[in-house]
């Protein structure tokens, strides 16, 4: 199972943006819609802090015990894992949640599932209401993977649920721990290039996720790295299409294996190129581009410039 489990990770490199437990990736001011700005001392100081921190461990699933609720277990982290395969009928991308929650969602600053599972239920600005768990998990089905959300007592629901529950023993309810979600990125020494990016991205990111961003398959049919745009990408309701989010989740996690090699400033300014391009549109726009922004695309986003 340890081996499968690093293959898997291995295999993956996470785009998609399923932002459970995840605290917002930078300060910003809703008048400028840009990040609020941080001097280097306090970034430098930030950055030595958090290497010194001790991070939640969720348990290993050798634990488990053989019973009704170990196998629900395990079927969760097989969804977990194969989403596009094992929740077809929910995921229109055929993504899967580990594209984005690294190690089966035990990788802290990368929206680890122990952090998601202790927060919810939570109130959330995006829809404006406390949202339970699987209201949550809906919006990630919806959102990041472009498809229908399962019914909140579905077996899918069920077993997702479950393993977080599970990779959450032991953490604390209701406190705010390190390592949830993902880091916030300061504000980079110069505003975002989409001229930087590119070569950021063809140095870096191109050679898994391809020249155009279309990703690459394996011999299974199934994403081995995701697509980072066009149709079988993320919409434009997801969090990851937030220039700041995608930003802060490039610098830990990007290139796979190679976290933290970027600068602040070319994390920035690939994940600025990133969400330049099109993508399947926002669901809960109804009107055309110019509405869709004013209602749900004002802060740190390229929506509607494509």
Not at 13 to 42: D, H, I, R, Y
Not at 62 to 91: C, H, Q, S, W
Not at 128 to 145: D, H, I, P, Y
Request: positive net charge; aromatic residues 10%; glycine residues 10%.
């Amino acid at each position: 199972m340890k081996n499968q489990h690093l293959f898997r990770v291995l295999a993956v490199l996470g785009t998609a943006g399923l932002l459970l437990g995840a605290q917002p990736a930078a300060a910003e001011t809703k008048a400028t819609g840009k990040p609020a700005q941080v001097n280097a001392a306090q970034s430098k100081k930030a950055q030595s802090a958090s290497a010194k921190v001790q991070y939640f461990v969720s348990p290993s699933l050798d634990d488990l015990p053989n019973d009704a609720y170990g196998e629900m277990v395990r079927k969760g982290e097989a969804i977990f894992y194969n989403t596009g395969k094992l929740a077809k009928p929910y995921a229109g991308n055929n993504l899967n949640c580990v594209n984005c929650h690294l190690d089966g969602g035990r990788k802290a600053n990368s929206a680890p599932m122990w952090a998601a599972y202790v927060h919810y239920p939570a109130y959330r600005a995006k829809n404006n209401k406390v949202n339970t768990l699987a209201e949550r998990l809906q919006g990630c089905f919806r959102f990041s993977m472009n498809g229908t959300p399962p019914a909140a007592d579905s077996d899918v629901m069920t077993a997702l649920v479950t393993y977080m529950a599970y990779l959450s023993k032991g953490a604390p309810v209701g406190e705010k721990m390190a390592g949830a979600g993902y880091i916030k990125m300061q504000k980079p020494a110069q505003a975002p290039s989409a001229e930087r990016g590119a070569k950021v991205y063809a140095a870096n990111c191109a050679v898994c996720h391809g020249a155009n961003g279309e990703g690459t398959k394996g011999k299974d049919g199934q994403w081995a790295f995701p697509p980072l745009w066009g149709p079988d990408s993320f919409n434009w309701g997801a969090g990851m299409h937030r220039i700041d989010t995608a930003a802060a989740f490039i610098k830990v996690n990007m290139p796979l294996g190679k976290g933290g090699s970027l600068s602040d400033q070319e994390a920035w300014d690939v994940a600025y190129f990133m969400n330049g391009h099109d993508r399947p549109k926002d669901p809960r726009v109804k009107g055309d581009i110019a509405e869709g922004k004013k209602q749900y695309h004002e802060e740190n986003c390229r929506y509607g410039e494509n």
